[in-house]
């Protein structure tokens, strides 16, 4: 598995949704789908093993996780063509502090 960078910083290889859609691990999707429902409140309805799949927030292929289409992260270094956040003049705007501080 090559490691990859989200735009955010998050090393995508050590991420589950990433390892069980790169291995198609259905154990791991299980596992991470109920983990990520109590840890992160989607409780209502609970995350399903089918919506932890991710090929990382770069990737131009399908799948990517859920909460990459509403990541503001995400979606403002895909409007400024940054590959990484540190590369931003605005590093660590209120966007970037308040998904740090969501992932903490």
């Given amino acids: 598995m090559d490691g990859k960078i989200a735009i955010c910083g998050l090393d995508c290889s050590s991420c589950p949704a990433f390892i069980a ?48 289409d509403i990541c503001e992260v995400r979606a403002c270094g895909i409007e400024r063509g940054i590959k990484n956040c540190k590369e931003c003049e605005d590093y660590k705007c209120d966007a970037f502090k308040k998904l740090e501080e969501q992932l903490k």
């Fill in 21 to 68: 859609t790169q291995t198609n691990d259905n154990e791991l999707r299980k596992i991470t789908a109920e983990k990520w429902s109590e840890e992160f409140g989607h409780n209502d309805p609970p995350l399903k093993p089918e919506d932890v799949n991710c090929r990382g927030c770069l990737s131009q292929r399908l799948p990517l996780f859920m909460h990459c």
